[in-house]
């Protein structure tokens, strides 16, 4: 994504592309059928209204989910050189619930370590998941560049079998 300005235009191809992916069919079924990591950039070039605007976005695409106990679920890790499991998979078992949970995510403020925030996302958000028929998806959003290695982890994770990583630049 180029910028984070309007980023309601950019909830539905993203939720398309979420269901779409290894032949997922956008259906009442794809909508019920995942589980949805955020990991968000809080580093200190991001800044507070830029961050609103990711936690906007976030609420927008989980939206476009059924979340319930059975269905979707939505997770979310903030991230500087250090992390922060905002809520898990288990947390909240509600739309409603998750979106108060989004809506009260307080911005860190710090460097940025992508590389180890994805390491600690899949070991301790995907992790302890039960394997089951919900696919597993980690959206990644940062302003840029991170300090540390991030192709290492991400190919970590998905070789794992853990989570499909969609990345988003343009806070």
Request: proline share 3%.
């Amino acid at each position: 994504m180029p910028t984070w300005f309007g980023t309601t235009k950019y909830v539905k191809p993203l939720v398309q592309k979420l269901c779409s992916h290894e032949q997922m069919l956008c259906s009442k079924t794809c909508y019920n059928s995942v589980n949805i990591g955020f990991l968000i950039d809080g580093s200190s070039s991001v800044g507070d209204s830029n961050f609103r605007l990711v936690l906007e976005f976030i609420s927008n695409v989980a939206k476009a989910f059924e979340i319930s106990d059975i269905g979707s679920k939505i997770a979310a890790v903030q991230f500087t050189y250090d992390q922060r499991t905002e809520f898990s998979f288990t947390d909240y078992t509600t739309k409603e619930k998750v979106l108060s949970a989004i809506r009260n995510i307080r911005y860190m403020s710090g460097g940025t370590a992508t590389g180890d925030a994805i390491s600690f996302t899949t070991r301790n958000v995907f992790g302890p998941m039960k394997d089951g028929p919900n696919k597993n998806f980690l959206i990644v959003l940062t302003d840029g560049q991170s300090y540390d290695d991030v192709r290492g982890p991400a190919a970590a994770a998905q070789k794992a079998g853990k989570c499909s990583i969609f990345k988003c630049n343009g806070i």
